[in-house]
């Protein structure tokens, strides 16, 4: 028997499925749990959206005896059931929300992105093709997130939510979930199946298992080519172009980026008349400048849109023409809006004159346009701080400075390990937060937090990674000046 997770997994990649039933171990160590607790905060607000209803408990040891108590609940006539559970027709489901409507039955599955994708239709028609063989059903919904709902006081569940009527797309595909499961089924009767890497490793979702098959792919790959098509670098691939080497005896076009990647060697290419001219550009006293931002998929604070990007932090590093280096920061609370006190922190620091250096300005750029608007008494000083945005990953997509260890990445991430390889001050390993979806998460759950020794230890944690980003950016700049 296929849980729906299962078979939309099978559907993804075979391999993917069988390895998770007869080979676990090898599924991915660092696994994020980010959708997962998203998906919990707006399952149990779609709850609250159809109140009075009856909850069936998780019990992972047992779900017989789950589907046991979701039949009583039925018989007993409950309207509202959630997480209604069923074993039937070869397949375990649970459906988020199971609705009775005069003498049928309507299931609602909730998501919590921000239109319905093919990969819903995928899990709530094999849900119908579940549960239709129990139940009368008249109606299959998907619930997702209204991203044009602004929050106002109290949230509106209303407002908050979509509810599409998918019945007619569930009831075309039965068909083809019979099938797909017979397939399924006969598959894991036999050995691992032998599915070759590509696309379906990492869409729609990342598989658990890409560790595992991408064990034996080189480090200098084809398939890290510059803005490569993914598809074509996987057919690539297979066809036995793999390495660099492979790539410059084929006759495959490669624009100037492609070019220079797969022909550089130990030495960097330097282009000293394209950094000479970016750092022409730069005026002292220098603000290198960097947000961190959470994006909740509920907006928990008013003139909040869901999935918006809300700054909590800053990091500020200002480099005087003398060499004097300056750092400031903010940090919110984690508990109240951080967005008004952020841009009062950032304008008091930002010196008046000079440039402003971001890594990829544009987000930066964007995010100051929105808290202009978000507190209007201060949009001219926004305004004039965007005007003053130079973007310091320019000199090395315009080919300044390439070194082979950038791997057709001009992230700071794969530039600043490459420029200063052994550096343990400019390390990102060595922190607790790494990265900054780690660092959204991380300050998104402070609210969650009731001990004052970890909250402390995460804010010093959040502290250390934001400022690591704008020292990066001085170290960086200084190593363009120094070539």
């Not at 779900?63 to 997480?83: D, P, R, V």
């Not at 005896?249 to 980026?257: C, M």
């Not at 001219?277 to 003139?303: C, G, L, M, Y």
């Amino acid at each position: 028997m296929l849980s729906k997770s299962q078979y939309t997994k099978g559907l993804q990649c075979p391999k993917s499925l069988w390895l998770y039933k007869f080979r676990r171990e090898l599924e991915n160590k660092d696994i994020d749990d980010t959708k997962f607790n998203i998906g919990n905060e707006v399952g149990k607000l779609a709850k609250e959206y159809f109140g009075g209803g009856m909850e069936i408990e998780f019990d992972e040891g047992d779900f017989a005896k789950m589907a046991k108590k979701t039949s009583e609940l039925i018989k007993a006539g409950t309207q509202i059931i959630y997480e209604a559970t069923f074993m039937a027709n070869g397949v375990f489901a649970m459906a988020d929300i199971l609705v009775k409507n005069g003498d049928g039955y309507e299931i609602y599955e909730v998501k919590s992105s921000t239109s319905v994708k093919d990969y819903h239709l995928d899990d709530i028609s094999v849900q119908w093709y579940c549960i239709s063989s129990v139940l009368p059903l008249e109606k299959a919904c998907i619930m997702h997130i209204n991203n044009s709902y602004e929050r106002d006081g109290e949230l509106n569940l209303k407002e908050l939510f979509c509810v599409e009527d998918v019945t007619e797309q569930v009831l075309g595909k039965q068909s083809e979930v019979k099938q797909n499961l017979d397939d399924l089924n006969l598959m894991l009767t036999k050995e691992e199946p032998k599915v070759k890497i590509g696309t379906q490793c990492h869409e729609p979702f990342w598989c658990g298992f890409s560790q595992y098959c991408f064990k034996d792919v080189p480090e200098f790959c084809v398939l890290n080519l510059y803005r490569i098509n993914k598809a074509k670098a996987y057919e690539l691939y297979h066809g036995g172009i793999v390495s660099y080497e492979d790539i410059l005896k084929s006759n495959i076009n490669l624009n100037q980026t492609q070019t220079l990647q797969v022909s550089v060697g130990e030495e960097p290419y330097i282009d000293k008349a394209a950094i000479k001219d970016f750092i022409s550009k730069v005026r002292f006293p220098i603000n290198f400048f960097d947000f961190e931002t959470f994006a909740d998929a509920v907006p928990r604070f008013d003139r909040q849109r869901p999935y918006a990007q809300v700054p909590f932090q800053y990091s500020l590093h200002i480099l005087h023409e003398d060499g004097r280096l300056e750092h400031f920061e903010f940090l919110g609370d984690g508990v109240s809006d951080p967005r008004e006190n952020l841009v009062k922190s950032m304008l008091k620091n930002i010196t008046k004159q000079g440039s402003v250096i971001a890594y990829n300005m544009s987000f930066e750029k964007s995010r100051i346009s929105e808290l202009a608007a978000f507190v209007p008494e201060f949009k001219d000083e926004l305004s004039a701080l965007n005007d003053r945005f130079i973007d310091l990953i320019v000199p090395f997509r315009s080919l300044g400075y390439y070194d082979k260890n950038f791997h057709g990445s001009f992230s700071i991430k794969s530039v600043l390990p490459a420029l200063f390889p052994n550096d343990k001050e400019l390390s990102y390993k060595a922190l607790e937060i790494n990265n900054g979806g780690m660092a959204s998460n991380e300050y998104a759950n402070i609210v969650n937090l009731t001990d004052k020794k970890e909250i402390a230890r995460v804010r010093q944690n959040l502290l250390k990674y934001c400022g690591l980003d704008t020292l990066a950016m001085v170290r960086i700049f200084e190593k363009l000046r120094s070539v």
